[in-house]
């Protein structure tokens, strides 16, 4: 099946840094890819769509300024959380989709700030 | 408004017994469905999925029934297995890309 890579899987910051999470599809090519944001007991919350080449769709409440995602490459989104504050510490998960509707999951990074 | 709904948070069954997911939508565009099996912190994996035009998906072990006019589905596991205890996601789309899920529902299966 289609795999998709996302680095780091674990990461301690510091609080006011930033911190990158990238995430691949690395034999299929992903024109959008998602990301989500897990709290603990609850469902995954869609964050926002990366389109390969154009800016990202954030959902209502997603700070875009906060939560930079770039999609440079039909292989490569990634998500940056800029400033990161203990608030922000969650797991965070992102997905690309395939050509046949079906979304492929990375394995997750799970971000701490202190 | 949460659109997809898994009511029960958690379901503990038997080893070799049949475990029984569900899931309700309320949105009648949705037209295609997928579940997704996640355990501790990583990411989900896709399960089975089954399209509006359909009413039974089959995979090994892995049953997906749809009612469309009761707005439900639901993830049948048989027999069950130790390595299934896990949370299962319910999810669905329609038109866009964006993928809705409900909050999932933790399966245990005991030995």
């Known amino acids: 099946g289609a795999v998709v890579s996302q680095h780091p899987s674990r990461v301690i910051c510091k609080s006011g840094t930033s911190v990158k999470i990238e995430c691949r599809s690395l034999?299929?090519?992903?024109?959008?890819m998602f990301w989500y944001r897990q709290f603990p007991k609850q469902s995954l919350m869609l964050m926002a769509t990366?389109?390969?080449?154009?800016?990202?769709?954030?959902e209502q409440g997603v700070e875009k300024d906060k939560f930079l995602i770039n999609h440079a490459s039909l292989t490569l989104s990634t998500l940056t959380v800029t400033s990161a504050h203990p608030e922000d510490s969650s797991f965070y998960i992102c997905?690309?989709?395939?050509?046949?509707?079906?979304?492929?999951f990375g394995q997750g990074t799970r971000l701490t700030v202190v | 408004d949460q659109q997809v709904k898994q009511n029960s948070p958690s379901l503990s069954v038997q080893e070799g017994r049949i475990s029984i997911l569900n899931c309700d939508y309320t949105?009648?565009?949705?037209?295609?469905f997928l579940w997704y099996k996640k355990y501790p912190a990583e990411g989900p994996t896709f399960l089975i999925s089954i399209s509006s035009i359909k009413d039974k998906n089959e995979d090994g072990r892995f049953t997906v029934f749809l009612n469309k006019s009761a707005k439900h589905l639901s993830l049948h596991i048989v027999p069950s297995q130790p390595g299934d205890s896990a949370v299962y996601f319910c999810?669905?789309?329609?038109?866009?890309?964006?993928?809705?899920f409900g909050k999932g529902t933790k399966l245990t299966v005991n030995p």
């Open positions: 990366s389109n390969e080449g154009s800016k990202a769709t954030y």
């Open positions: 034999d299929f090519q992903a024109t959008t």
């Open positions: 949105n009648s565009m949705f037209d295609y």
């Open positions: 999810a669905a789309k329609g038109g866009s890309e964006k993928l809705v």
């Open positions: 997905s690309a989709l395939s050509t046949n509707t079906e979304a492929f």
